[in-house]
């Protein structure tokens, strides 16, 4: 399946953008949008399509590195915070306390954007590394020139959109409201029936803050609006009124299905085989050099969504985080710019028989 037919290669020059492109159709998209319910996809620029899509429980961003990967991609990371910034303020706008953001991208490309991201309210959570390993670099690395070790990774790193109250982050929120009672903080501890978590972990203005679960937040919550001083009630309110319950406590945090036997270190090797999309003339050439692992995209919108949760993938390529979310019964909606890609990419969302995936996860 994975076989598409070129109809023309083109030769482009080295030093324009998009150096890695290998083919380009003659035939232009029949139309700028294709659905079938769950998976949509639109041709044309993303940002002209996040105020159309439903708010994502998670993103799958595998936009411009710096590399001239693909025609707009810029020639260097400095030009990057300046590409991602629309993107993000698109995301920011649609996103909710629920959304994950998974930030593909090489380790200089992340540094770069990482302020952008923290400015619009995404908070880092984790820097995962995909390993390619010595089969990304096989043969091709001269020792004796290079002046570096050679590069065989590629950054995936997670972020949640930071929910407020009352224009807080939920951590100085939480410490503001004990604050506010007049109680003295190890009483936090009490009411959780805990020795020191409490202060420790949840009213920590620290990297060792954890948002409680939402069984302490109750707790925490009950303590406070009974022993606590009656001016300044309610406590842990959003309303003025009422303390938050258990249920809209949850609701303000994204979902993580840590499964097992998997650590920030995906080694995997690079695409290959009937998992990568190749022209069926021209000597089987590979149409995209971005394509991404389709089991990593799944481990990915596994851990961070529920099925029929909505997934978006903002710069499509040949849709490989759209095809993941199909395959788990996660909805989508994604956007591609090329119209070589678009076409392929949705030659493959439709075709019946898809690759094989390498591994699955479980628990
Ligand atoms: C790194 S590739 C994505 C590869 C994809 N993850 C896959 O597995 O096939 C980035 C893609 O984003 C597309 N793109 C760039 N800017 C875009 C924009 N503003 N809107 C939609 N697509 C865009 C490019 O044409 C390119 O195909």
Known sequence: MSEISAVKSKVIPPSTVGRGKVLSLETLPSDNYWSDGDTTVYFGDSLDFYNKWSSPTVIVSDGAYGILGFEGDTSDHLELPKWYEPHIEGWSNAAT???????????????????????????????????????????????????????????????????????????????????????????????CGVKDVAVRKYLDQGHLWYYPPPQMFVLMAEYANRYGNPEGLPYFSRNGKNPMTFDEWEAMRSTFNCPIGFTNVWDRNPLKGAERITTSTNGGKVVHLNQKPLDLMKLIIEASSKPNDVVWEPFGGLFSASLAAKQTGRLSFAGEIDPTYFQLGLQRLKSPIQPALDYSITG
């Open 97 to 191: 306390a629920r959304t994950t953001l998974w930030f593909w991208n090489s380790e200089i490309g992340w540094a770069s954007v990482h302020p952008v991201l923290e400015r619009y309210g995404w908070r880092y959570v984790n820097a995962n590394v995909w390993n390619k390993g010595m089969a990304h670099i096989a043969g091709n690395v001269n020792t004796a020139k290079i002046r570096r070790f050679p590069v065989v990774t590629e950054m995936c790193v997670q972020y949640v959109f930071e929910p407020r109250i009352d224009d807080l982050p939920i951590k100085q929120w939480l410490y503001r409201e004990w604050k506010r009672t007049g109680l003295p903080f190890n009483k936090a501890n009490e009411a």
